[in-house]
């Protein structure tokens, strides 16, 4: 006979307790994890960039971030997350947010849309403005030249009219110019060049009193970043155009992991300031129809944008480019940075604004060409 140990029975209705799960977290909940962590970093990188652009020295480093990844990023978290059920909604509010505040700032021309002032009157000026990539060094002297004559402006504002690995322009370099434009006018202080048509009736280099001591280069290159020059146009107008070049933030020359890169960024921040000061302070109390134009070093992702004196609006709105971008055409990074801009008076009309094609090797910045009038 065999004995068994009795079995006992639980009451009826009542299961017994399942042991409890061990199952860890799986490849949904990780993915969901990263796509709203992702959405709500790039949200607060952002709002970030938003407080500190402009205004920290150090937020000069990020800056160089390029334009465009302020409206792609949002579309690429959002597009990856949409096949995902539990994370499309959450993430997809995160990147539209990032999204609608970081739009402006991704060099998209909105204004374009808005379209140039009509038509050009017969007695339009054309405008030709560019960074020559320290002049004519490497013997480009002619190709320069014939660059310049192809554009067939009125007024040149022409930047880096300096050497930068060798001692130069000659001293005749200027009287070439001349002699390839008779006629026309000249304006020179430090690296900035102005060409005119029309008589210039003053020319003025704007003071920054606020400026470091020289570091590097002459007095005249250090302390000079913008040039004012009045141009009469005859029958009692007068046009005030200034030509600018603002000191570049970041050093390519030294690694992110070097001391000597944050104190080149601290110090060209130094230099930066107290040039957009002298240029408010000149065009807010010139009453001359105004036009700003040259190499800014600020791309539209730059709080510094916000520095640009009150009242000039950017020429922007007078291209049918979607992304008019001037920088690099031969350092080998894409053309995602638009580093140089126009901006005008309200009494000066942008009938025409365009960026001008491939510069043949002679520059790493594309020219402006601007066809304007003045009321």
């Known amino acids: ?18 042991a409890p799960a061990t199952r860890g977290r799986g490849w949904r909940w990780w993915l969901y994890t990263c796509l709203v962590a992702a959405g709500a ?40 997350a949409a096949p995902c059920r539990r994370s499309r ?19 998209v021309n909105v204004a374009g849309l808005r379209g140039a002032d009509g038509p050009a009157p017969p007695d339009a000026i054309r405008i030709f403005s560019w960074n020559t990539g320290y002049w004519d ?37 200027l009287d070439e110019l001349l002699a390839e434009f008779p006629g026309f006018h000249l304006a020179v202080v430090g690296e900035l060049v102005t060409l005119s048509r029309f ?32 141009l009469d146009l005859g029958r009692g107008r007068v046009l005030s155009t200034y030509n600018l070049h603002l000191p570049v933030q970041l050093s390519p020359d030294h690694s992110l992991l070097d001391g000597d890169f944050y104190r080149i960024v601290r110090e060209q921040h130094a230099q930066r300031e107290p ?7 000149d065009v807010t109390a010139n009453p001359n129809p105004r036009l700003v134009a040259g190499d800014f070093n600020t791309s539209p992702a730059m709080g510094d944008l916000a520095k640009v004196p009150d009242g000039l ?34 009494a000066v009309r942008v009938h025409s604004y365009r960026i ?20």
């Open 199 to 230: 008589p210039i009736l003053r020319r003025l280099p704007l003071e920054a009193p606020d400026m470091p001591p020289a570091l590097a280069g002459s007095a005249e290159h250090w302390r000079y970043k913008v040039l004012r020059t009045d």
């Open 356 to 375: 001008g094609g491939g510069t043949g090797g002679l520059s790493d910045h594309r020219s402006q060409q601007l066809v304007v009038s003045t009321r």
């Open 41 to 80: 970093l790039w949200l607060a990188f952002t709002v970030t960039h938003l407080v500190l652009s402009g205004q920290w020295w150090f937020w000069l480093v990020v800056d160089a971030v390029p334009p465009p990844a302020f409206g792609v990023v949002p579309v690429l978290l959002a597009t990856a």
């Open 89 to 107: 909604r959450p993430v997809a509010l995160l990147a539209a947010a990032a999204l609608l505040l970081g739009g402006p700032l991704s060099g």
């Open 137 to 173: 060094e490497g013997g480009q002297t002619a190709a320069m030249h014939e660059l310049l004559r192809a554009a067939d402006a009125d007024v040149y504002l022409l930047q880096e009219y300096w050497y930068a690995y060798s001692s130069g322009p000659a001293e005749s370099a």
């Open 1 to 18: 006979m065999t004995l068994s140990a009795p079995q006992t029975r639980a009451p009826v209705g009542i299961r017994p307790r399942a």
């Open 313 to 346: 609006r950017s020429a922007n709105h007078a291209t049918s480019s979607p992304f008019p971008a001037t920088w690099s055409d031969t350092s080998g990074w894409p053309r995602w940075w638009q580093l140089d801009w126009a901006f005008v008076s309200p």
């Open 275 to 281: 040039q957009w000061r002298a240029l408010a302070r």
